[in-house]
């Protein structure tokens, strides 16, 4: 194993409690995890040097929800919806028939193209959800495509009832045989608690199924309408509850005085002229919030966690380093992973290298690439 200095590292924000931010900073990668970081006046010795000239280092942002594997266009139904018509959850069908008729081949391009994506925005670990097969057959490669890139894959059979499909057959053929034909590939369940998709006891039921088959629950909740989704997710203990935009007080409460995560997906509400939610009220309360991207071709097509950072501090209230927390820190605790997420001895060597002395320049300059470098597990990206 080759260990590698980093070298003129003008801020490491480490996010780590304990080590804070450090000026004038060196970084030891030693294969693939964290060998050493400190004042670069005592770093130790190395196979090899690189001097980043000053830059800024954050740990890889996490991005606990996205929607990845599919196939399909929806630019036109984006357009209507800036001229004038309202986003439904309806629009998922047409996604559904473009990628049932897809190869595995197309899907797993595409999901290479967007991971690429990501990657050069500065992800280190994604998360991916299913939900565009709706059948047992196209739910089960879309979990299989999506395991071939990441641990961290989500079964969302119940993300919208087919067309020409009844409710409760439907309903028992996502708590049975799909999900039995997922779990094996999947670490998480997630149901799309709204109206116009699947109601609380609904949405209960599918999340105890996915428990008894294995696997650990997450809920997309309160996105359109102010449902019960956040109480269910912090009932069930739920690792995320995603969304969050439409909170009663009592929600806020009980995400405050839980350890479900509330991942707040900004592009989504940026990219239909939503309403952010109140992260402010929440971060005041009590809550752990993540920030993830959702990237998804109906209701926000982006990769960008450095716009979602933007937003966030910009549309959201939240200060430059909450944000960054939020996007790295909160993020793997929407994963429950204790690996990833900030930076310190022993950790997985997942960093970003911005192309600015500071991780202030992600909300100060909105819409420019400042990720310079991506490394995951001690690798260049
Ligand atoms: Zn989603």
Redesign the pocket.
């Known amino acids: 194993m080759t260990a590698t200095l980093l070298t003129g590292i003008g801020l490491l924000a480490t996010q780590d409690d304990e080590l804070g931010e450090l000026t004038d900073a060196a970084l030891l990668i030693d294969g693939d995890r964290i060998g050493w970081l400190g004042p670069a006046g005592h770093a130790p010795a190395a196979d090899r040097r690189l001097d980043l000239g000053g830059r800024c280092v954050l740990p890889g942002f996490v991005d606990s929800?996205a929607?990845l594997v599919f196939a399909g266009d929806r630019a036109a139904e984006f357009a209507a919806r800036m001229t004038g018509q309202a986003y439904t959850a309806g629009g998922i069908r047409s996604t559904v028939a473009a990628t049932r008729a897809a190869a595995d081949a197309e899907l797993r391009a595409n999901l290479g193209r967007l991971a690429a994506e990501l990657h050069a925005g500065g992800v280190t670990t994604f998360e991916c959800?299913s939900g565009y097969g709706l059948d047992v057959d196209t739910e089960q490669r879309l979990v299989r495509l999506a395991a071939e890139r990441t641990p961290e894959v989500t079964f969302l059979g119940a993300h919208v009832v087919p067309e020409h499909t009844d409710r409760a057959d439907y309903l028992n053929l996502v708590c049975g045989q799909m999900l039995q034909a997922c779990a094996p590939y999947c670490r998480w369940v997630d149901v799309f608690c709204e109206q116009g998709a699947f109601d609380v006891a609904e949405s209960r039921a599918v999340l105890r199924a996915g428990i008894a088959a294995g696997l650990a629950p997450r809920v997309?909740a309160n996105q359109l309408t102010a449902g019960g989704g956040v109480q269910l997710a912090v009932e069930l203990d739920a690792a995320s509850a995603?969304h969050c935009t439409h909170l009663s007080p009592a929600d806020i409460d009980a995400l405050a005085g839980s350890d479900t995560v509330a991942t707040l997906?900004p592009l989504v509400e940026f990219s239909t002229r939503s309403p952010y939610p109140d992260a402010r009220t929440l971060l005041d309360a009590g809550a752990t919030i993540a920030l993830a991207t959702?990237c998804?071709p109906g209701s926000g097509y982006s990769t960008s966690m450095p716009l979602a950072i933007a937003l966030a501090v910009v549309q959201m209230r939240l200060s430059p380093a909450e944000a960054v927390r939020a996007a790295t820190v909160g993020g793997a605790k929407a994963l429950h992973r204790t690996d990833i997420g900030r930076l310190a001895v022993g950790l997985r060597a997942d960093l970003v290298v911005l192309d600015a002395p500071s991780y202030l320049h992600l909300a100060y300059r909105p819409g420019v690439p400042l990720v310079h470098q991506t490394w995951i597990a001690g690798q260049r990206a």
């Open positions: 929800h929607h959800k997309h995603d997906l959702d998804n």
